[in-house]
């Protein structure tokens, strides 16, 4: 039975998220008279990384997120800037950064012209609607899963619930979910009984108590996953 329905993640699998957190930064530092210096990225990385695993498991809310790591960030620093207005403006700056993996545009053209594509991604409301709709495959997808709308993260079986309600409950042997998290994206996949393409650019080491159908390097592997099968 082919694949004829694929939920993507949106950051670190189709959109250079890394590239995008460093522009919008830069931008909001500049704007408030700082300058960002690149050991920033590093020290923002370790405040921030933990508060998306917490988010995973349910231990943090979105709203507060966005806010406590520009606290933890500012405190690291010693700079003596206001977290919630940084926090806006960061959010405006990085609805603004719609840079793509490299091959993820014509990836998703080709894929849709035969299969229905889903983004779901566990993203904040005021970042990801901008850059969805700004980017240049937004247009692809059938539809756009954010965790903060929807009032549940990956890899939390309800928003896989939500996805396949909002697609009218395919069979799920027809669907396969690709990202690169095996925390979110290929738990979650696997709990819900869905195969899983977990995409590591990287080569970061396996989980060895997570079976993941697929594992990638390059995003063009997966045309012949979704055709051979």
């Known amino acids: 039975m082919a694949y004829n329905t694929l939920l993507f993640d949106a950051d670190g699998t189709l959109f250079d998220y890394q590239r995008a957190e460093t522009w919008a930064l830069t931008k909001t530092f500049d704007q408030y008279g700082h300058r960002f210096e690149p050991s920033y990225s590093a020290i923002y990385r370790r405040v921030n990384d933990p508060l998306w695993d917490a988010l995973e498991q349910g231990a943090i809310t979105q709203d507060r997120l966005k806010v406590k790591r520009f606290e933890l960030l500012f405190e690291t620093l010693g700079l003596d800037v206001d977290p919630d207005a940084f926090s806006a403006s960061y959010s405006r700056q990085l609805g603004q950064a719609t840079f793509l993996i490299d091959g993820a545009r014509d990836l998703v053209a080709a894929l849709s012209a035969q299969h229905r594509l889903l983004l779901l991604t566990n993203g904040l409301t005021d970042v990801q609607r901008p850059r969805f709709g700004a980017s240049a495959i937004g247009h692809y ?89």
Request: proline share 7%.
């Open 141 to 229: 997808f059938e539809d756009w899963i954010i965790s903060q709308e929807v009032g549940v993260a990956k890899p939390d079986p309800r928003i896989f619930d939500i996805a396949f309600e909002r697609l009218g409950q395919p069979d799920k042997r027809e669907v396969l979910i690709i990202g690169d998290s095996l925390s979110s994206d290929m738990a979650g996949g696997i709990a819900y009984g869905i195969d899983t393409c977990w995409y590591n650019p990287d080569g970061r080491p396996a989980d060895p108590k997570m079976t993941v159908t697929y594992q990638i390097a390059d995003l063009d592997e997966l045309k012949k996953i979704v055709n051979a099968r």
